[in-house]
């Protein structure tokens, strides 16, 4: 039997952790596959229920990339993220879906290593967890 | 400040002792309306509106019945106000999400005097109207449910009022009070200045406080605090995985009547009715073909998530969502254990301050660091 590959959904902000994955990409950083990245304008666009669905849908994990502290292209997007974030993990880890599935990293433009490691590191996670416990679910989590 | 006056009533003459009350304050000008629980013709009693001293007789503000939560009342008359005054009186509950409302701006407070009670409980409509056809009163209701027994014959209190913590209002100007009073005896209490003022104009008499009233409050709130605790336990024990929360709410058809109950489900068009979930039949395809069949009506789990995540960092525990499912779903216990956690995380306590910031209006720079785990 094949090993298990997550899906990760990754949700990038535009202005950093996008450009971050950009720079791996043209520095020849290989990172595992398994992220399907989102591009947004902003971390804090992220609508908890992007992450909602994207896990009634099957993602075994969700990552949120947004800039800095200080430095979000709109001000303070990626800490109104970050309340939302802490907010959501309250709710979906009473139902089986905690922290370690549902990750927000902040990675700079420059910082293509730092997406690496992050995409790494999610992916070993999630190997180790198993599939998401709403996986097979199927029709019924819609 | 805690100020008291004491109003005594002969058996079954409650509510013609608070109805010279309200009389009063429309008499002496010191409302322009009462919103008050009043004995609709035949049966119900429901909030009704009071502008006239000559229609108070019919106030019954200690039915166990809340038809309706008096939030969304107070939201219709006052998002829009009159400029007017209006005394309203609320259950415990109904206070606690006015507070929530007031902060999202589909309450104003301005021109409204807040008048609490304590709460016994309040049963489920249809019961209310069995209660009454066995020839139930309020005053027979308060005294049997102060001795311990809410239960009639085949009915008792919703679930929600069984684990309800708070018996007694906060955050209003006046609390009726009818815990530790004795019988015979409602005591009427200021809570603010404005209450102070009100209570004094009113010509009421200060007296005492009731003796017996702090310890019979502790002591009620006590026993429905561990009510509450042994409920969470159970529930979480029994929901705690996605499989058990879709078992949980298999009997769902998506009407959404609990959101329009709720008092806090603040959104003015809830998104799940709007185009967004209007999928195309194409849509409806992949999905089912994704595992071979697809239940309809779709997006169940997605709405309750949704709605949890929306507003469980306001919910009061009324249990209006559970009084409202056509399919019996007992929603309250879900939206409590989900809020419990969702408020502590953010020290937070819906309807606990007016001056609470509401977690989601804010944010921080130095805070929450744990999310990410990463300093720079
Ligand atoms: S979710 Fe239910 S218990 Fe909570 S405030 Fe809304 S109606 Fe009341
Ligand atoms: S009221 Fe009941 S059936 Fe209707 S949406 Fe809510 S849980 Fe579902
Ligand atoms: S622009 Fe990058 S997080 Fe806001």
Known sequence: ?????????????????????????????????????????????????????????????????????????????????????????????????????????WIAASEGTMLREVAVQMTAKLKELGPSPLKNMGQMAI | MAEYAKLSFQKGGLNKE?????????????????????????KWVRLTLVTSASHTAGVDPFAPVAAVSGAKIASSLTSRPSGRTIAMVLRPCEIRAVVELAKLKQVNLDDVLLIGMDCLGRYENTDFVKFQEQGGTSEAFLENALAGKTSGPDFDIVGACKICEFPTAANADLSLCAIGGGNGAVFIEALTEKGGQTLEKSGMKPSEAPAGRNEAVKKLAAARLEARDKKFAEFRAEVNSFEALADKLAGCVNCYNCRVACPVCYCKECVFITDTFRHTGEQFMMWAEQSGMLKMPTDTMFYHLTRLTHMSLFCVGCGQCTSACPNGLDLMPLFRTCAEKTQARFDYQAGRSLEEEQPMAGFATDELIEVTGQVK
């Open chain 1, 1 to 105: 039997m094949s090993e298990f590959e997550p899906k990760i959904v990754a949700f990038f902000c535009n202005w950093c952790t996008f450009t971050a994955a950009d720079l791996a990409g043209t520095s020849r950083l290989s990172y595992p596959p398994n992220l399907k990245i989102i591009r947004v304008m902003c971390s804090g666009m992220v609508d908890p229920k992007y992450v909602i669905k994207a896990f009634l849908n099957g993602a075994d994990g969700v990552l949120i990339g947004g800039c800095w502290p200080g430095d979000c292209h709109y001000i303070n997007g990626n800490l109104k993220a970050r309340r939302r974030v802490a907010l959501l993990t309250e709710v979906l880890k009473q139902y089986g879906i905690g922290e370690e599935r549902f990750w927000l990293r």
């Open chain 2, 18 to 42: 608070l109805a010279a009350f309200f009389r009063g304050l429309l008499e002496n000008g010191a409302v322009d309306g009462v919103l008050v629980p009043m004995a609709q013709n035949h």
